[in-house]
């Protein structure tokens, strides 16, 4: 008999990521070995003590390097891309139900590192990859005759990125607003324009001190 596949969406799940990702799965290796508590203390200086929690320094460090390893290079497009991979929520530290931070919370957050700690830092993270065993460099050509082997070759090739470290940092600068000079927190070219705008109008048109008397139609009841 022919069976038919019905699927109704269910209000609540009985369901952890850690029991549907595979062992020998990258970034559950990846989250099992990298230690990237140091990232707190290396970038607690560039953080204040008062307003809202910012996205955790290495959820944001383990998100970039994400965007590294799967040639994702759009903050908007990255997102995307890991809400749809249990592996990497599974990495991130996040659940089904939990949404992702913001792309712009992306994109503002990699402005409020100086460029040259921020190239520093990813490349520690990416370095301990490196060290690890389950990320390489780039492929080298030789002289040689390639084999066919019957086998799994995820199993046997370590993870391999599309392009340098260099080379991907500029293109997702250049794709997610800019690059901005060491030390300085800018804003996207809409936003500038209007807070300038803003500013105009208040020098325009003053706020007069609260309690201030009016000059015309003032009543006095004596």
Not at 151 to 160: F, R, T
């Amino acid at each position: 008999m022919q069976g038919r596949k019905n699927y109704t969406e269910k209000l609540f799940l009985s369901f952890q990521l850690s029991d549907r990702i595979p062992k020998e799965n990258l970034y559950r290796r990846l989250r099992e070995t990298l230690d990237l508590s140091f990232l707190y203390r290396d970038t607690k200086d560039l953080y204040g003590r008062t307003g809202n929690p910012s996205i955790d320094p290495v959820v944001f460090f383990k998100l970039l390097l994400t965007g590294y390893l799967e040639n994702v290079t759009s903050d908007r497009k990255l997102v995307e891309h890991c809400s749809m991979r249990m592996d990497v929520l599974y990495f991130l530290g996040y659940d089904l139900d939990e949404e992702l931070p913001w792309y712009l919370t992306i994109s503002r957050t990699r402005q409020l590192y100086p460029a040259s700690l921020f190239e520093k830092l990813f490349n520690k993270v990416f370095t301990l990859c490196v060290d690890s065993g389950m990320v390489s460099g780039h492929s080298q050509a030789v002289d040689s005759a390639p084999i066919k082997a019957n086998a799994s070759m995820e199993s046997v090739v370590p993870k391999m990125p599309a392009t340098t470290i260099d080379g991907h940092l500029k293109k997702v600068s250049e794709e997610n607003g800019g690059t901005v000079s060491p030390g300085h927190v800018s804003a996207p070219a809409h936003e500038l324009k209007r807070v300038e705008k803003h500013h105009r109008n208040l020098r325009d048109s003053p706020v007069r001190p609260a309690g201030a008397a009016l000059e015309i139609g003032t009543i006095s009841r004596n």
